[in-house]
């Protein structure tokens, strides 16, 4: 527990030491500005988007890159050598990762409240996005671990925006009609996003909020036993 | 003195590649003895490492460490093993220092990183960005990180490549001091220097099997030319002869030249670690 603290300190230092954390709250106070120029029903509308564009697409971002530069700079196999359990290193690079979400969840929920007024469950928010944010984390740790570049990653990435995150938007934007929306609950982006909407707009459907969790909880639960941790070491090793 | 490592028999195979890398090796590392493997880039000797190391997990055969299967060993493991790689190692938009204080966080025991960093030349630039190091800067700070939890067992990867031959000097002093306070090393180089200058015993390193396990002096004896040789001067001009060192003290001519004749140099003729590695493997470093 001691050095899962520190890994995750070591881990935040490093997010802000490269400047990835300041640049994202730049980013995130611009949407506050944004904010200020929507109706209530508008931010209300959109808010859901920005915090799940942090939480899942910049998020796989950020693990691809960091793993690749990581690799590259060889501090991962120098991590291996210390007396700290895989485990233990992953789950920092997980709960780091979900600092972007939280950051944007935060500064949505602040600019709802403080312009428009509108408040709601903020501790569900939190656990839908921590269960979003992990099951992304092992997406990402997946796109990184088989690919052999930061770039050829996002690569990867865009293959699985395509099929997994465009249809969500497109249902999103009312181009896919919602009786198809359970065909869409396969895609772990839109069981995420559809959790952080149903948080946000505290309109519940009681069903699709349990399959969505329950969901994205397997789903990671399935992706870190047997596609990442076994991967990771064997990939840090290289080189 | 015990055994740190016990190897008998080991194989190993990349997934990617057809054939082993390692072809069944055996060989033991003393506690408090500096080990060496020499050989040529390739051979396989980062890879034995490695699986010494636990970093490579699939191997066949036997490896102990003080007695214990390496593979039933945890993470207590990394308390007492430092492990200098041969590349860099460290953040590189975080100042050399802000590396140390993070990588010797996690253990029980460390070292005084100011006396290593003062040692190695570190110090005063101990506040710039990894990034910004030279090479030869990032090698030796690799061997700080190594050293940082005063390990019992140090493993070395090609330490002193990329070193200029003065501060290749000042690691080799450090690491003979180590082994003096009975630390024990594991080193892999293509370098004979090092293997002269530091090893206790070593292992000819060639295409994953490893030949003559012997300490650098038997195997000048076993495998250098038993020859003296002699410069004397004559007439204005330098002249040598060789003699076999064998019966040298009855050897008419040798003594004649030695009583009659201004000598120059005499040497026992030493053949170069060098010259006894092709010998011995039939390679080329
Ligand atoms: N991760 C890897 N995957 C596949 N082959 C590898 C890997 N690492 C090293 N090799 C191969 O194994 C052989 C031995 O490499 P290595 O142990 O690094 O040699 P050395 O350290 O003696 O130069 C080489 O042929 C090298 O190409
Ligand atoms: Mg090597």
Redesign the interface.
């Known amino acids: 527990m001691r050095?899962l603290k520190?890994l995750v300190l070591?881990e935040l230092?490093?997010l802000i030491?490269?400047k990835i954390l300041p640049i994202s709250l730049v980013t995130a106070i611009i949407w506050i500005i944004i904010f200020l120029f929507l109706s209530e029903e508008e931010a209300r509308n959109i808010a859901p988007l920005l915090i799940f564009v942090d939480v899942s697409m910049m998020s796989i971002i950020l693990i691809g890159a960091s793993h690749h530069f990581?690799k590259q700079?060889?501090?991962i196999?120098?991590?291996?050598?210390?007396?700290?359990?895989m485990g233990d290193i992953l789950l920092a690079k997980v709960l780091s990762s979900m600092v972007l979400g939280l950051e944007s969840a935060i500064v949505t929920s602040a600019a709802l409240y403080f312009i428009h007024g509108v408040t709601f469950n903020y501790m569900v928010l939190l656990i839908f996005i921590i269960i979003a944010g992990v099951a992304h984390a092992a997406i990402a740790f997946i796109l990184a671990l088989n690919s052999k570049d930061f770039t050829s990653s996002l690569g990867l990435l865009m293959a699985y925006i395509l099929p997994f995150q465009l249809p969500s938007m497109l249902f999103t934007f009312g181009i896919i009609e919602k009786e198809y929306e359970w065909l869409l609950m396969f895609s772990p982006s839109h069981a995420a996003s559809s959790l952080i909407t149903f948080a946000v707009s505290s309109d519940y459907d009681a069903l699709k909020v349990l399959i969505g969790c329950l969901y994205l909880v397997f789903l990671s639960i399935v992706l870190f036993r047997y596609f990442v941790y076994s991967k990771f070491?064997?990939n840090a090793?290289r080189? | 003195m015990s055994n740190a490592f016990q190897v008998k028999d080991l194989r190993f195979k990349y997934k990617s590649s057809k054939e082993d890398t390692i072809k069944g090796v055996s060989f033991d590392v003393m506690e408090g003895e500096i080990f060496g493997l020499l050989g040529p880039s390739g051979a396989g000797k980062s890879t034995t490492q490695k699986i010494l190391i636990k970093l490579l997990e699939d191997y066949s055969g036997e490896i102990s460490y003080f007695g214990k299967d390496l593979k039933s060993i945890g993470k207590s493991f990394y308390e007492e093993v430092g492990v200098g790689f041969e590349m860099p190692v460290h953040f590189s938009k975080m100042t050399a220092m802000e590396n140390m204080k993070f990588f010797s966080g996690f253990y029980k025991q460390t070292a005084n990183v100011q006396e290593l960093m003062e040692q190695v030349g570190l110090w005063e630039h101990r506040n710039v960005k990894v990034g910004d190091y030279s090479k030869g800067m990032k090698v030796r700070l690799n061997f700080v990180r190594a050293m940082l939890n005063n390990p019992k067992v140090l493993f070395l990867d090609e330490v002193t490549n990329g070193l200029d031959p003065k501060n290749a000097r000042i690691l080799k002093d450090i690491i003979s001091d180590y082994r003096n306070r009975g630390g024990t090393v594991f080193l892999t180089t293509h370098l004979m220097n090092d293997v002269e200058q530091l090893c206790d015993r070593i292992a000819f390193c060639v295409n994953g099997k490893l030949y003559e396990i012997s300490t650098p002096r038997d195997l000048k004896l076993k495998y250098g030319k038993r020859e003296v040789k002699i410069e004397y001067k004559e007439e204005g001009a330098t002249l040598d002869r060789i003699f076999p060192l064998e019966g040298i003290g009855l050897n008419e001519e040798f003594q004649n030249i030695l009583r009659t004749k201004e000598i120059e140099t005499i040497h026992s003729g030493e053949t170069s670690m060098e010259d006894i590695f092709i010998k011995v493997t039939g390679g080329v470093l």
């Open positions: 050095n520190k070591g230092h490093r030491n490269y990581e700079e060889g501090t196999k120098s991590m291996m050598m210390m007396p700290v359990s070491k064997s090793v080189g």
